[in-house]
Nanobody
């Protein structure tokens, strides 16, 4: 059974920081590109950042220079360090695991809420 469990969300003031974690189980972690997506109220889900097993990263323009994605393949965990948070970063953040080799597979976590407000 595949599980992606996010943690680390919460309420933070503008300019503050949060670190999200996503612990994966039931998958061969290194085979997957791991990503963080977010969905704000009334908006579509969007890619925030992604990282390959080799460490290649990709970021949405809106978070470049503020957010950092990383992964620990030994711990089957992916992280999202979020700095200089803005109110527009408020959203539910979802962890995603996607495998495009061998056989396509795609899994989602249940999400963690990040609220940036004073």
């Amino acid at each position: 059974q595949v599980q992606l469990v996010e943690s680390g969300g919460g309420l933070v003031q503008p300019g503050g920081s949060l670190r999200l974690s996503c612990a994966a189980s039931g998958i061969t972690f290194y085979q997957y590109v791991m990503g963080w997506y977010r969905q704000a109220p009334g908006k579509q889900r969007e890619l925030v950042a992604a990282i390959t097993s080799g460490g290649t990263t990709n970021y949405a323009d809106s978070v470049k220079g503020r957010f950092t994605i990383s992964r620990d393949n030994a711990k089957n965990t992916v992280y999202l360090q979020m700095n200089s948070l803005k109110p527009e970063d408020t959203a539910v953040y979802y962890c995603n695991a996607e495998r495009t080799v061998i056989r396509y597979a795609n899994y989602w976590g249940k999400g963690t809420l990040v609220t940036v407000s004073s």
